[in-house]
Structures are given as C-alpha cells and as structure tokens.
C-alpha cells in the first residue's frame, strides 16, 4: 500500500495541521510505503513573498520531522524538486470538466469573500488548484491518502479525473482512497471556526510562549460567571482543544468542573496552556536539534526529491506514451 501525503508552506504549521494531517500520515507509516512532501507550488496562489516561501519550507520540514516523521521510513521531498508533477497537471487539465472545478469549495469560498472586493486575487491556480493535487497523489500511484475533511472533496475529484482519464486513455492511474480520522478532522480555532491559516485563528505548533499564552487566554467564551454552571462545557472551545492535548481522564474532569459551575473560563484556558506546552515539549527539543544541522535536513530533501523522481519518471512515461505523446 503506497500513502502520499503533502503540507503547504504557506504559513507556521499549527494544530489543525498536526491532527488533521501530520499525525494520521506519522502513524501511517507503520502501515505502507509513505511519499510525503511540501507543497510549495500550491503555497503560489496565497503567498508571492519567495522569501518567506523559502523559510517556510524550511519549516515544514522541521516541524515535520520534530513531530516524529522519520525520514528513513518515508520518502520526504520538496514538490518543485520533483516539476514532473507540473506536466502532469497540464494532461489532466485536458480531461477535467470546467464545471467540476466550478464546484471545488475552496475556489467557491474565496470567490464569494471577494465578491465585493478584488476578484482579480482569485487566480488561475486558486481554480485549478484540485488538478495539480491530482497530479500530486496519481503521479505515485497512490493508494491512501490521509486529509483533513475539508480535503475531502479534491480528493473525490482526483479519483474523478483519473476515471476519466482511464477510460479515455486506459488504466494508467490508480485510483486512489481518503483516509479521514473523524474524531479530530476539524480542529477548532481560538475563534470557534475551523482552525486555518488564513482565519488567524492558530495555536502554532512551535510558537513563542508568552504569544501562545496569550492566544489561548483569548479564546473566545460565553458571559457566563465563574460560579454558573455550564451544562455546554463539552462545546467550549478550550475543552474542546484541551481533549487534544490533555490525558483523557483530565480533560474529562475539567469539563465536569464547568459544568458543575464555580470554575471561570481563565482557569480552564490556563489549564490548556500548560497542557499545550507540555504536550509539544519533546516535538520542541528535537526541532531545535534538527535547526542546529541545516545541511542535514537539505540532504535528507535532496534523497528524497531523487527517489520520488524515479517513481514519477515511470507513471508519467506511461501516461504520455497512453495518451499519444
């Protein structure tokens, strides 16, 4: 079983990124042979600084690793060093309906944030953006692919446009599966809504401490006094962050606490704090090992860029020769 999964550097990894994909595709290793890599093609249709484009794929990758993704298990690689990905984006761009694309959330969602301001933002790799992640996952001939539900739909499209592709062309592509792990497939931010980048509404995995301190002080809460009781406890956002990172049996004694009332909000959300930080204290350790050896992460990119190329040389030899080319 081959599993491909990709982060994109377009921001610090926070998380929702740590459940909603890191963490299931970390335990996937012990399950198949794992391709994961840094999308910083994709980072191209929100972020046009190459500087910060550069340092967050940097980042990715250390925050990867720390996290416990073990690079000789896995083949780790930077996109752009493997561009056979891009060529294969532009023949399945020849068989994928317009309408389809029409359909993609995310392309929909930016649309109508911009519909009043500047739709010249919605770019053509916004649009086309679920073809190049079928590139991504076909060029592999993926099996598995771990994604956070909002990935859920690009993914059904992927398996959509290799159909279509197949029966034009025959069975060239594996079609491949999701693998969801609905439990914690939408992380909640420090607002309520799906924890995104592009909210900022974040808890950053390896951030700052006093920032992240005052992040989770922040979260947003009800007027309720400390001594009322809160018979929703289980939705609160802290309680509901805090069952993340802390041992069941606590999180579960700090939701009784506020329902019971006579426990204030503060005290849960420094509760969270503490759990939070704790929780990431060997992820942080290791990272700070990995930064102090650069050219060691570089060579384990480059190792990886050099195998995955291997594996797309075949697949897209024989979607070119299959297509006429």
């Known amino acids: 079983m081959r599993i491909l999964t990709g982060i994109q550097p377009s921001g610090a990894l926070h998380l929702g990124n740590y459940f909603g994909a890191m963490k299931p ?3 996937l290793l012990q399950q198949g042979e ?5 999308a910083d093609y994709h980072s191209m249709t929100s972020l046009t600084d190459a500087a910060l484009r550069r340092q967050y794929t940097l980042d990715v990758a250390l925050d990867f690793m720390a996290c416990g993704l073990d690079p000789k298990r896995c083949i780790f690689w930077r996109q752009s060093d493997v561009p056979r990905v891009t060529e294969l984006a532009w023949l399945l761009s020849t068989v994928t309906p317009m309408g389809l694309l029409e359909r993609a959330h995310s392309y929909k969602d930016k649309k109508e ?3 009043s301001g500047d739709l010249d933002k919605v770019n053509h790799g916004l649009f086309a953006y679920p073809v190049l992640m079928a590139a991504d996952i076909l060029l592999f001939d993926s099996n598995i692919v771990p994604v956070g539900r909002d990935q859920k739909q690009h993914l059904e499209m992927t398996r959509d446009i290799a159909a279509k592709f197949n029966q034009l062309y025959g069975e060239v592509f594996v079609i491949p599966e999701p693998r969801i792990r609905d439990e914690v497939a939408v992380v909640p931010g420090v607002d309520g809504q799906k924890m995104s980048k592009s909210y900022g ?4 995995l390896f951030g700052e401490e006093k920032a992240l301190r005052k992040k989770v002080m922040g979260i947003k809460t009800d007027s309720r006094l400390p001594a009322e009781p809160k018979p929703d406890a289980d939705h609160n956002i ?3 962050l805090l069952k993340l990172v802390a041992p069941p049996d606590v999180a579960l004694d700090w939701e009784n606490r506020l329902k019971a009332g006579g426990l204030g909000y503060g005290d849960v959300k420094k509760a969270l704090f503490e759990h939070y930080w704790d929780f990431l204290a060997p992820a942080r350790a290791r990272r700070a090992e990995l930064a102090s050896n650069l050219d060691h992460v570089e060579s384990i990119l480059r190792d990886g860029a050099q195998r995955a190329q291997a594996v797309a040389d075949g697949v897209l030899s024989r979607a070119r020769k299959a297509c006429g080319l």
């Open 201 to 204: 509404n974040t808890l950053e």
């Open 113 to 115: 944030k911009l519909a």
């Open 25 to 27: 595709a970390i335990e």
């Open 34 to 38: 794992a391709f994961y890599f840094i």
């Open 238 to 240: 802290a309680i509901q």
